[in-house]
């Protein structure tokens, strides 16, 4: 018959539909933000992930290596590790899995990333997913004048209305962090402390900005 249909035909579409049929599952092991329904969207997504988010100079700034390393490096003072490990974090999901559902899918997960980036540097802080929290806890020096910033400082923001904010000041000013704006969203990226920790008089900014360092 014409319309018949051989077994050769219908490979093809049998294995889409096991391809699918595995998708749920995959999709379970990420982070909420990070899916979509829409198939072509997710691809366009994945895609953008994958390119640098910074030009070759920039990233020379920032120092650029992806490659994550657990422990820090011998001969490095705590600042240096901090930036290191900060750069070495970059594009992770740092709160994920163990603080999904406190910090709502990464909304509020700068405090627990912060804090998971110092441990990869080696300086013992607990997992703290509060910004005041994690203040108390470190117990560093205070510097209310954002223009003295170096690199491994934390930089902290705080608003009326009860928002807040940290990062770590890297290499050139820039502040990592974990951002909404990111490509995949609340990811760690580096951002200008201006995206980061907004002035007051921007929209959603902090109107008590300050720095914090380590004790000597």
Request: charged letters at 25%; aromatic letters at 6%.
């Amino acid at each position: 018959m014409d319309n018949a249909i051989s077994i050769s035909q219908l490979e093809p579409a049998a294995s889409l539909i096991s391809a699918q049929s595995a998708e749920p599952e995959r999709l379970q092991e990420q982070p909420r933000q990070a899916r979509t329904s829409d198939t072509t969207t997710r691809a366009i997504s994945d895609a953008v992930a994958q390119l640098p988010q910074f030009s070759e100079a920039e990233m020379a700034l920032l120092g650029g290596d992806r490659k994550i390393k657990q422990k820090p490096e011998k001969g490095l003072d705590l600042a240096e590790r901090i930036v290191k490990a900060a750069e070495e974090s970059r594009g992770e999901y740092l709160w994920y899995p163990d603080h999904a559902e406190i910090t709502e899918d990464g909304n509020k997960g700068c405090a627990i990333s912060v804090a998971r980036v110092l441990q990869k540097a080696g300086y013992k802080v607990g997992d703290h997913t509060g910004v005041r929290n994690l203040e108390n806890a470190l117990g560093w020096t205070r510097i209310n004048d954002l223009s003295k910033a170096q690199p491994g400082d934390l930089v902290v923001g705080h608003n009326k209305q009860g928002g807040n904010h940290i990062g770590i000041v890297g290499r050139g000013g820039a502040v990592w962090n974990n951002s909404w704006r990111a490509i995949p969203m609340n990811t760690w990226v580096a951002e200008p402390m201006s995206f980061a920790i907004r002035p007051g008089w921007m929209w959603g900014g902090y109107t008590e900005r300050y720095l914090l360092r380590p004790k000597q």
